[in-house]
C-alpha cells in the first residue's frame, strides 16, 4: 500500500518475475514522436506545409549525428511534439534516419525514480544516461534491445522517457 492505494509492479528475480507493490513514477502520456529521413525538408513540406504543424525549433548535435526541427501540434500540456530528423551524415552512427520512426518520448513524472527502478527491473537503457533533450527537458533512452545483463526492453522501438514540467504533470496526473 502507498498512501492508501494498492500499486503493483515486476520484480527480477532471476530469470523470474515476482509480484511487488510500489512503482514509484508514472508515465503521463505521449510528449513527441521522431520521425526520420534522409532529407528533412520532404518531412518538413508533409509535416509543416501539407499538415500545419508548427516549427518551435531546432537541434543540432555531432555527437548525436542529428540535424532535427521541432514541431508541436495541440496546445499547453496537451501539445505533443514532432521531431523530424535528418542524419547529418549518413555513414556515421547514429542513423537518425533508420528506422523512419525513430522513437517515441513518453512523460514521465520523476525520471531519476523511474531510471532507478527500471535499471533494476532489468530494463536496459542506452549510454549517456539523463541528460538535457533537444526541447530542453531531463531525458533519457531505453535500449530497443534487451542483451544479457538487461534482458528487457521495448523489442525494436526507441522510447524517450522525458521528465514532464510541473504544469504536465499537473494536468495529466
Given at each position: 500500500?502507498?498512501?492508501?492505494?494498492?500499486?503493483?509492479?515486476?520484480?527480477?528475480?532471476?530469470?523470474?518475475?515476482?509480484?511487488?507493490?510500489m512503482?514509484?513514477?508514472?508515465?503521463?502520456?505521449?510528449?513527441?514522436?521522431?520521425?526520420?529521413?534522409?532529407?528533412?525538408?520532404?518531412?518538413?513540406?508533409?509535416?509543416?506545409?501539407?499538415?500545419?504543424?508548427?516549427?518551435?525549433?531546432?537541434?543540432?548535435?555531432?555527437?548525436?549525428n542529428?540535424?532535427?526541427?521541432?514541431?508541436?501540434?495541440?496546445?499547453?500540456?496537451?501539445?505533443?511534439?514532432?521531431?523530424?530528423?535528418?542524419?547529418?551524415?549518413?555513414?556515421?552512427?547514429?542513423?537518425?534516419?533508420?528506422?523512419?520512426?525513430?522513437?517515441?518520448?513518453?512523460?514521465?513524472?520523476?525520471?531519476?525514480?523511474?531510471?532507478?527502478?527500471?535499471?533494476?527491473?532489468g530494463?536496459?537503457?542506452?549510454?549517456?544516461?539523463?541528460?538535457?533533450?533537444?526541447?530542453?527537458?531531463?531525458?533519457?533512452?531505453?535500449?530497443?534491445?534487451g542483451?544479457?545483463?538487461?534482458?528487457?526492453?521495448?523489442?525494436?522501438?526507441?522510447?524517450?522517457?522525458?521528465?514532464?514540467?510541473?504544469?504536465?504533470?499537473?494536468?495529466?496526473?
Open positions: 500500500m502507498q498512501n492508501g492505494k494498492r500499486v503493483i509492479f515486476w520484480i527480477k528475480d532471476q530469470k523470474n518475475l515476482e509480484k511487488t507493490d512503482r514509484p513514477f508514472k508515465i503521463l502520456g505521449i510528449q513527441q514522436v521522431a520521425v526520420g529521413g534522409e532529407d528533412k525538408k520532404k518531412l518538413e513540406t508533409f509535416w509543416v506545409d501539407i499538415l500545419g504543424l508548427e516549427k518551435t525549433g531546432t537541434f543540432r548535435s555531432e555527437k548525436e542529428v540535424d532535427e526541427d521541432i514541431l508541436r501540434m495541440g496546445k499547453g500540456a496537451y501539445a505533443v511534439e514532432v521531431d523530424i530528423m535528418q542524419p547529418i551524415d549518413v555513414n556515421k552512427s547514429p542513423k537518425v534516419h533508420e528506422p523512419k520512426l525513430n522513437h517515441i518520448g513518453l512523460w514521465v513524472d520523476d525520471i531519476h525514480k523511474a531510471v532507478e527502478w527500471l535499471t533494476v527491473k530494463v536496459r537503457f542506452t549510454p549517456g544516461g539523463i541528460r538535457k533533450g533537444a526541447a530542453g527537458y531531463d531525458v533519457c533512452f531505453i535500449h530497443p534491445k542483451n544479457e545483463e538487461f534482458p528487457y526492453s521495448s523489442e525494436g522501438v526507441l522510447v524517450e522517457l522525458v521528465q514532464a514540467p510541473a504544469d504536465v504533470i499537473k494536468a495529466l496526473s
